[in-house]
């Protein structure tokens, strides 16, 4: 398995420690062989503490997938969930062999968990959905349809957000369009982990195993032919938000940082202004001592101006620092995540 570690117990379980991405290079054309018994769809379901939904989220699925009619597997990752929702996913895994659980050993989070169900997955193409029910099920009919069309990433566009706050309805709709006017490549607007993505764009990523992830952007960085699909986002079944306020913020300057080298332009550029700044009220001291004779008076304009710089300096270190300690990260080479058990 790339980047994770698995301990051996007594447990052996010879599908887990063979477990391996296939290279690009290893079929004809640039393109991976298929896996023996590959479904046609892997839907792959990052799960952390969501024992309330978790049922209600299975059935609506499987019922979705029947419909459509093409063979498929679940992958639940259960990204160290501390109630009762990796007992449920052990039984939907006895009485359904389409269910497969990745547990991990502990929260490595919802990103990671995403990246352990694509490493996982071995369907021609592959579906992210949360659990949660805010992303709609019956929507993966139309990302099928698409696809079928020839699109090779098929991503939701959410049209409108039941259930969310106005802050926070205001905050991701800033954070999208400033993300994508700061960033180098194409990232579309208003939309989520939510889409569909051909087995060849899954094992392009595979090969991106950077530790500080944002796998929207990620999906648009590889490239392929890409389309998006529009739906109305409902709220949580149940439960609350996994995603507070500091692991929003988390969030979004993981993708700034990882797509976008504007804040290290924009602390250059204050560094600038600041200097030209002060060049300037220089001249303008020295001017008013030779032709007035005056001294300028009055500390609180100088106390002012020292903490102006002062400030620029902290937000210029602290941009400079974000950028370092993900670089800190990357040379580390640590496992993307550790498995505790993988259940097919």
Excluded: C
């Excluded at 992210?128 to 090779?152: N, R």
């Excluded at 607007?189 to 530790?211: H, N, Q, Y």
């Excluded at 300028?296 to 020292?306: D, E, F, K, N, P």
Aim: cysteine-free; proline content about 4%; aromatic content about 12%.
């Amino acid at each position: 398995m790339p980047e994770h570690f698995q301990p051996e117990t007594g447990d052996k379980n010879p599908s887990v420690r063979n477990y391996r991405v296939i290279k690009q290079e290893d079929g004809p054309d640039g393109l991976a062989p298929e896996p023996v018994g590959q479904p046609v769809l892997s839907i792959v379901v990052p799960v952390f503490n969501e024992e309330e939904s978790i049922s209600e989220f299975y059935t609506r699925l499987a019922a979705v997938m029947e419909k459509i009619g093409r063979d498929y597997e679940i992958i639940f990752v259960n990204d160290g969930s501390a109630d009762g929702t990796l007992a449920a996913l052990e039984a939907f895994r006895q009485k359904d062999k389409r269910v497969r659980v990745v547990d991990f050993s502990r929260n490595f989070g919802h990103q990671i968990a995403i990246t352990a169900g694509m490493d996982f997955a071995r369907g021609q193409a592959i579906v992210i959905l949360d659990s949660d029910l805010q992303d709609p099920p019956e929507v993966i009919a139309e990302f099928v349809a698409k696809w079928d069309e020839g699109y090779e990433v098929v991503y939701g566009i959410r049209r409108k957000r039941e259930g969310e706050t106005t802050f926070k309805k205001l905050t991701a709709t800033v954070f999208y369009r400033m993300l994508s006017g700061m960033s180098d490549i194409n990232i579309p607007v208003d939309a989520g982990d939510f889409r569909l993505m051909d087995r060849k764009v899954v094992l392009a990523l595979g090969e991106v195993r950077e530790r500080n992830r944002y796998v929207r952007g990620l999906t648009s960085w590889v490239g392929f032919r890409q389309t998006g699909v529009p739906y109305l986002r409902d709220k949580r079944y149940a439960g609350s938000t996994k995603y507070p306020l500091a692991k929003m913020i988390k969030f979004a300057l993981d993708a700034f940082v990882s797509f976008s080298n504007t804040p290290l332009r924009l602390a250059m550029y204050f560094g600038f202004a600041s200097a030209a700044l002060s060049f300037t009220y220089l001249v303008y001291i020295l001017l008013l001592k030779i032709f007035s004779g005056r001294l300028v008076q009055g500390w609180g304009s100088l106390i002012a101006a020292v903490l102006f710089l002062g400030g620029i300096q902290l937000i210029s270190l602290g941009i400079i620092g974000e950028y370092v300690g993900r670089i800190n990260d990357e040379i580390k080479k640590r496992p993307l995540y550790i498995l505790r058990r993988f259940l097919e």
